[in-house]
C-alpha cells in the first residue's frame, strides 16, 4: 500500500485532522524509538519509527484516546 493511501485511511481516525496525526505518529513514533515493540506485522525489518507509526494508526491500534490515558 502506498504511503498517500496509509495517510487517508490513517486520517479518518482522526477526523480529517492533519494536526492530530502529525501529533499521534510523533508520539507514537518516541515511544517506538525509546524500545516499544510495534504493534503491526513489519514486511520490511528497516522501516522508519514514523512510517510504522503512521501504519499503526491506519490500522486503528494506536488512538489519540490511548495516549490521553496515558497522560491521566
Known amino acids: 500500500m502506498r504511503t498517500e493511501q496509509i ?11 492533519r494536526y492530530k496525526l502529525s501529533l499521534l505518529i510523533s508520539k507514537r513514533a ?6 516499544a515493540e510495534p504493534l503491526v506485522k513489519l514486511e520490511d525489518k528497516n522501516s522508519k519509527v514514523t512510517d510504522i507509526a503512521l501504519l499503526e494508526v491506519a490500522e486503528g491500534k494506536v488512538s489519540i484516546k490511548s495516549f490521553l490515558d ?3
Request: aromatic share 4%; proline share 0%.
Open 30 to 35: 518516541e515511544q517506538l524509538s525509546n524500545g
Open 70 to 72: 496515558d497522560e491521566e
Open 7 to 17: 495517510t487517508a485511511k490513517a486520517l479518518k481516525y482522526v477526523d480529517n485532522d
